[in-house]
């Protein structure tokens, strides 16, 4: 390891105490800071060398070390990270650029409930909200001063908006007191918007709403929120939908099922119905022998699917209605049928009372 000349370095002699050391090495961090020498690799460099400097520097033992021998042991860290990090929080804080960033501050996020209906949610949307928000006031643009006007800096902090105690390196910082951590005093606010910086407005935004969207989905729009405060950024928006319950269809994922009731001989002999669908009506084949509680499909009829391609079912659930007031003529018929029953046309019938007749053999 080379030795360096760390008081060459930070241009300091080699009998500088403490304050002056810790004077030369912000100065020049602060001039060769990469903040502001970006994609500067020499000032960058620099930097560090400047860092490392200080951090043997400052260290009494390591530079009663560095006296002695003209380097520090072990070769590796000087171990100035700490120290480093301590002297860099608010370093900047006098200057334009570390106090804006610091008191900007990002705009909130906020949530608009938005019902629709299910054939919205398969069908998607396109639609406008009508959104109250806090904007950045046009009149100030958003400073909150009266145009014309300055703000003072705050005497207590001298603007910094914060209030610092040192214990050896380490720096403690406590929002000011005085400007409430803001910096400066606002002597003339903005008549607009009282000083706020910001100005409530209903915006009308509009929004598409992809098909096949679900109860609970949420939307965000991106940067539709609150104005931030000072420079800081928007707010999002959240749309979040609530799909209603529909009349005849429950909604099961993609598929959409709904209730099918038939009569018996509808059910015994087969049939065509029209049954509902999202837009309208289709036809249904029933087949001879269909059971209660059985499934019939229609393929594709159901949600179309978020993401991705295609639909779901539409799912009907048969019930098969038994008849209760019977006219004599239906009556006849049936007990003409109940006679013409036989096992192989309700196998689970004569299987039942098969079993029956094994257990308790009556
Ligand atoms: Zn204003
Ligand atoms: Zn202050």
Do not use: W
């Not at 260290?59 to 520090?72: I, S, W």
């Not at 409430?180 to 009308?204: D, F, K, T, V, Y």
């Amino acid at each position: 390891m080379a030795a360096k000349d760390y008081y060459g370095v930070l241009g300091v002699p080699r009998d500088a105490d403490d304050a002056a050391l810790k004077r030369a090495y912000r100065n020049l961090a602060r001039a060769y800071h990469p903040d502001r020498n970006p994609g500067d690799k020499k000032a960058e460099d620099r930097f560090k060398e400047i860092g490392e400097a200080y951090g043997v520097l400052s260290d009494p033992e390591k530079r009663a070390q560095y006296d002695r021998f003209g380097t520090v042991g072990g070769g590796g860290d000087p171990g100035f990270g700490t120290i480093f990090e301590d002297l860099f929080e608010g370093f900047f804080g006098g200057g334009d650029r570390g106090r804006s960033r610091s008191r900007a501050r990002r705009g909130d996020d906020l949530r608009y409930d938005l019902e629709i209906s299910l054939e919205e949610a398969a069908l998607g949307l396109e639609t406008k909200l009508q959104v109250p928000r806090l904007e950045t006031c046009d009149t100030c643009r958003g400073s909150g001063v009266e145009p014309g006007s300055q703000p003072e800096t705050c005497a207590t902090c001298r603007g910094q908006g914060q209030v610092r105690f040192s214990q050896g390196f380490l720096t403690v910082a406590r929002p000011c007191p005085n400007c409430r951590g803001e910096g400066r005093i606002i002597r003339n606010p903005c008549a607009s918007c009282r000083g706020q910086g910001r100005l409530s407005r209903e915006r009308l935004l509009k929004v598409t709403i992809p098909a096949g969207v679900e109860d609970g989905n949420q939307l965000r729009l991106s940067g539709e929120g609150e104005s931030g405060l000072l420079g800081g950024s928007p707010g999002d928006l959240y749309v979040v939908l609530h799909v209603k319950p529909h009349e005849i269809f429950v909604r099961d994922g993609a598929h959409l099922i709904c209730e099918l009731p038939l009569t018996f001989p509808q059910a015994a002999l087969g049939d065509e119905v029209e049954v509902p669908v999202l837009d309208g009506v289709a036809k249904l084949k029933i087949p001879a022998g269909t059971q209660p509680g059985q499934r019939l499909v229609l393929r594709g009829k159901g949600m179309p699917h978020l993401r991705g391609r295609g639909r779901g079912d539409a799912v009907y659930e048969v019930v098969v209605e038994v008849p209760t007031r019977l006219s004599a003529r239906q009556r006849e018929l049936l007990e003409e049928l109940r006679g013409a029953n036989d096992g192989d046309s309700s196998p689970r019938v004569s299987k039942f009372l098969e079993r029956m007749k094994q257990l308790f053999g009556s």
